[in-house]
């Protein structure tokens, strides 16, 4: 059974940094795209960034690109999400997402993943 559990979430302060993990089990998922969501109070689930398995080719949503960096350690079937500079509007459950089968495309939209962990709480107060 394939499950991802997902760490690291707080409160922090804007301007401040938290950096989130997300750990595999069930499959090894080093050759897979995988990404983080997040999703606001009475707002759509939404793309944050993606990363590639064997190449490890990024790519990020506009309003986080130059504040936030995805990366992985396949030996720890791990992804993390370093946040820097958080503003307020970070403020929102983020989540970890697989596909169900290996890609190498990063997949933006919900649609496109099939497995996903619980969320954890990222609050930025201003």
């Known amino acids: 059974q394939v499950q991802l559990v997902e760490s690291g979430g707080g409160l922090v302060q804007a301007g401040g940094s938290l950096r989130l993990s997300c750990t595999a089990s069930?499959?090894?998922?080093?050759?897979?795209?995988m990404s983080w969501f997040r999703q606001a109070p009475g707002k759509e689930r939404e793309f944050v960034a993606g990363?590639?398995?064997?190449?490890?080719?990024?790519y990020y949503a506009d309003s986080v690109k130059g504040r936030f960096t995805i990366s992985r350690d396949n030996a720890k079937n791990t992804v993390y999400l370093q946040m820097n500079s958080l503003k307020p509007e970070d403020t929102a459950v983020y989540y970890c997402?697989?596909?169900?089968?290996?890609?190498?495309?990063?997949?933006?939209?919900?649609?496109?993943?099939?497995?996903w962990g619980q969320g954890t709480q990222v609050t930025v107060s201003s």
């Open positions: 997402a697989a596909p169900r089968f290996e890609t190498a495309l990063i997949l933006t939209t919900q649609k496109g993943y099939h497995y």
């Open positions: 069930g499959r090894t998922f080093s050759s897979y795209a």
């Open positions: 990363i590639r398995g064997s190449t490890a080719n990024t």
